[in-house]
């Protein structure tokens, strides 16, 4: 079973045949919203909006160990995150995609782990390689065979949200090697981790972060949202790519 997680824009996946609502009830609480099930390019694919279907949870509010539950208990094995990003990297332009190959995380507060004395037994897991390289071979092909270009690899900086980042936090970051910067990698990529699912980003810069380029005085927030949209056309493409991959 294929799972997609969407970030901001994304939403709803439009090519889905014969969509269904899945309520899912998980010892952790509710997920951000119900989940979509249905057939993509003949791949069955459950689809769970990150930040609810209104798009109203916050990065730090979201219920990261409900949402990743959830979707494991479906029969989620393979799962591709998108998420929209800053470009810290000056090639990093906006519309640019990406499928990042570790994260650094600078989250706090947030509940992640499952294995916290509660319901699992403690458990240490590896994460060396915080992102499967599988599902990020099998985005990388899905892009190369619909034309849409991608890079390969990067270091995703996770924040707390929901402000955007200073200056010279975004100067640090840079320091760390961070080449982009987002809100909802962690604790995800770790919570799907210790549930042995193969986990991936599709990460969309949407912005130059704070401090650089042309937001080198202030982000524009108003761009934001104009440049996820236009981009989501490629990212739906991508992901219909993967889902007949997969299905193969």
């Not at 509010?61 to 000056?90: F, K, S």
């Not at 403690?122 to 992102?131: A, E, K, V, W």
């Not at 090697?177 to 995800?188: K, L, S």
Request: hydrophobic content about 45%.
């Amino acid at each position: 079973m294929l799972g997609i997680i969407g970030g901001s824009s994304l939403n709803r996946i439009p090519d889905l045949v014969n969509p269904r609502r899945v309520s899912v009830t998980t010892p952790y609480g509710e997920p951000s919203a119900a989940l979509t099930a249905g057939s993509l390019h003949g791949t069955e694919v459950v689809f769970l909006a990150r930040h609810g279907d209104s798009h109203t949870v916050a990065p730090h509010r979201i219920n990261y160990r409900a949402n990743i539950w959830a979707l494991h208990a479906q029969g989620v094995r393979a799962l591709v995150a998108v998420a929209t990003v800053g470009g810290i990297r000056d090639d990093l332009v906006p519309g640019t995609l990406l499928t990042p190959d570790q994260i650094i995380d600078y989250t706090h507060s947030r509940e992640s782990t499952f294995f916290d004395g509660g319901l699992q037994p403690l458990q240490h897991i590896d994460f060396t390689r915080p992102l499967s390289a599988a599902v990020r071979r099998r985005l990388m092909q899905a892009g190369a065979a619909a034309g849409v270009a991608m890079r390969d690899g990067g270091v995703y900086g996770a924040t707390q949200g929901p402000r955007l980042e200073s200056a010279a936090e975004i100067e640090r970051m840079a320091r760390d090697g961070a080449d982009v910067v987002g809100m909802t990698a962690m604790p995800e990529a770790a919570l799907a981790r210790e549930l042995d699912m193969d986990y991936a980003l599709l990460c969309v810069v949407v912005n130059a972060a704070a401090g650089r380029g042309a937001n080198a005085d202030g982000v524009a927030i108003e761009t934001i949202k104009a440049v996820a949209e236009a981009a989501m056309l490629k990212v739906n493409v991508v992901l219909a790519g993967m889902a007949e991959q997969h299905g193969r």
